[in-house]
Nanobody, 123 residues
Framework: QVQLVESGGGLVQAGGSLRLSCAASGRTFGSYFMGWFRQAPGKEREFVAGISRSGITLNYPDSVKGRFTISRDNAKNTVYLQMNGLKPEDTAVYYC????????????????WGQGTQVTVSS
């Protein structure tokens, strides 16, 4: 089992940047495919980014492509989400998730979830 704790959220003006971190407990972090999702009020949870054990990333959705970058440091048991050029529509709770399988853009494929961190982008 793995526990995930996100950090780095906050309030930022449009055009600004934030870097989210997700620290994982346990020795098997390197065994998991990791993903970032977000959920705005009244909306479904949305895939943002995913990265394999070896660092290969899934295609980013058009909504964040060119602005967000996922990375991981297996030695530190941490996955990151660098967010640049933030827009008000990026406002949401951001979650990291761990998948024992091969990764997916579907939330239901993931086995473990963090508690989320709020990102608010003001216009």
């Amino acid at each position: 089992q793995v526990q995930l704790v996100e950090s780095g959220g906050g309030l930022v003006q449009a055009g600004g940047s934030l870097r989210l971190s997700c620290a994982a407990s346990g020795r098997t972090f390197g065994s998991y495919f990791m993903g970032w999702f977000r959920q705005a009020p009244g909306k479904e949870r949305e895939f943002v980014a995913g990265i394999s054990r070896s660092g290969i990333t899934l295609n980013y959705p058009d909504s964040v492509k060119g602005r967000f970058t996922i990375s991981r440091d297996n030695a530190k048991n941490t996955v990151y989400l660098q967010m640049n050029g933030l827009k008000p529509e990026d406002t949401a709770v951001y979650y990291c998730a761990a998948d024992l399988g091969s990764g997916s853009t579907w939330p239901r494929h993931y086995d473990y979830w963090g508690q989320g961190t709020q990102v608010t982008v003001s216009s």
